[in-house]
């Protein structure tokens, strides 16, 4: 028995023996236990009902096909509260096309992020993007690098204190490179960098957040992380392209996520 176990364990760490899939509908699981009892039994292609057998099937699987392209085109954006702070997941058609904006650190990535991800079918998330160097933010990434495996890390210029932050850094700039440096202007698939620029020297990480707007179909979603208070004034004073559908904000360790002025020009 414990050979059996053994040789087991060892199974499951070969690459690509196992991967995780989106939980099934009950309908789903309804028709698929259906034919599965109807075909075993015999009673689903008895010679009288093998026509009629067949054209339902034919009939459901065009269904099922017709769900799956009009799903192809969708895009979900999911905001996951993670210990005080938020990552958002946006699971566009393709999964090469996913998005996860922040981490949490390590007891998010294993009790809220990595449970989640599992839920949806993401088996490695090809572009994580840390918006700030605080450890609340992003003190997970080494470890969601290891569950998960990231296929490419985007930052901001600024240089946080954050030893977390740094480490991770440090590891997607380890040959071959990883790591790419977006600021204020830059286009990463759907979403264009709107703050900071290379000359943003604040002294409070929220203050220096990376700062996002992403368009997806006809919806505009600005990501303003957790910036505070000087940083929305930096921002205001750098572009005037603010309209959006949805604002999503954290909360800055000082003062308002949406300052007034701010939020008259989104």
Known sequence: ?????????????????????????????????AVLVGALSGWLFAPRRRIGSAMILILIGGIYSWNWGKSRGETEITVLPLN?????????????NDWLVNCGDVNAVEFTLKPFLHAQGVNKIPRLILTEGDARNTGGALALGELFGVGELLTSPVHFR??????????????PARHEIIQRGDIAG????L???????????????????????????????????????????GTNDFRADIVIAGLPTEGEPLCATLLDAI
């Open 1 to 33: 028995m414990s050979a059996m176990t053994a040789a087991s364990e060892w199974f499951t760490k070969i690459p690509g023996a196992y991967f995780y899939v989106p939980a099934p509908s009950w309908w789903t699981i309804a028709f698929y236990y």
């Open 190 to 193: 759907n979403w264009r960098a």
């Open 84 to 96: 005080g702070d938020h990552a958002i997941f946006a699971d566009a058609a393709g999964w090469q």
């Open 162 to 175: 954050s030893a977390a932050y740094r480490d991770a850094v440090a590891e997607f700039e380890k040959p």
């Open 195 to 237: 703050y900071p620029g290379t000359t943003n020297l604040f002294l409070r990480a929220d203050d220096n957040a990376l700062v996002l707007l992403g368009t997806f179909h006809d919806a505009r979603i600005l990501l303003l992380s957790d910036l505070g208070r000087d940083g929305q004034s930096s921002l205001l004073g």
